[in-house]
């Protein structure tokens, strides 16, 4: 049974990288893409991008200036950086698998940017 | 960028009830829609896949239909455990949420 382990976040201020990591276990690793998506507090889903083992990465158009999606074979690990944040990047921050659409997903870990 | 609008934004149902909830794309993405079932507190879970396709473990209570650019879930026999948000998402041109719909139950 595949689990996807997040981790990273927390209090950022304003201009500040955020950095989080998402750590793949019980099942294959080179087979899928792998995603993330996040939702501010009270609103709905906004998918950010996904990668995969070739390091093909796509990214959704409104976020793509900041976002960086990068992934490590030797670890089963991928991440997300989301440089120059501000308010508007306050939300739960999701990991998911890709098998044709999101299958499996991580349990979201909460980033606040405040100053 | 492909838009995807819900109908209704919330709504609110008898328990065995069928509840019907729409999904329009801005333009086509063929049968490349996906359903999510969001809880309060909780990840999405994957319900519906390319368009139809019921999830492993997805009671059959649960059914998607359409292509192109209008599709639907509908929920036959509403539970208490079905009070959630759904979402649907495409994903024939990148990816992209609806706003959600609200389900509770009356």
């Known amino acids: 049974q595949v689990q996807l382990q997040q981790r990273g976040g927390g209090l950022l201020k304003p201009s500040e990288t955020l950095s989080l990591t998402c750590g793949v276990y019980?099942?294959?690793?080179?087979?899928?893409?792998w995603s993330w998506v996040r939702q501010p507090p009270g609103k709905g889903l906004e998918w950010i991008g996904e990668?995969?083992?070739?390091?093909?990465?796509k990214y959704n158009p409104s976020l793509r200036s900041r976002v960086t999606i990068s992934i490590d074979m030797s670890t089963n690990e991928f991440s997300l950086r989301v440089n120059s944040t501000t308010a508007a990047d306050t939300a739960v921050y999701y990991c998911a698998r890709i098998k044709d659409s999101m299958d499996v997903w991580g349990e979201g870990t909460t980033v606040v940017v405040s100053s | 960028d492909i838009q995807m609008t819900q109908s209704p934004s919330a709504l609110s149902a008898s328990i065995g009830d069928r509840v019907t909830m729409t999904c329009r794309a801005s333009q086509s993405v063929s049968m490349w829609l996906a359903w999510y079932q969001q809880k309060l507190g909780q990840a999405p879970r994957l319900l519906i896949y390319?368009?139809?396709i019921l999830e492993e473990g997805v009671p059959s209570r649960f059914s998607g239909s359409g292509s192109g650019t209008e599709f639907s879930l509908t929920i036959n026999g509403l539970q208490p455990d079905d009070v959630a948000t759904y979402y649907c998402?495409?994903?024939?041109?990148?990816?992209?949420f609806g706003q959600g719909t609200k389900v509770e139950i009356k």
């Open positions: 019980g099942g294959s690793f080179s087979d899928f893409y």
């Open positions: 390319k368009a139809s």
């Open positions: 998402q495409q994903y024939n041109n990148v990816r992209t």
């Open positions: 990668v995969n083992r070739r390091k093909t990465v």
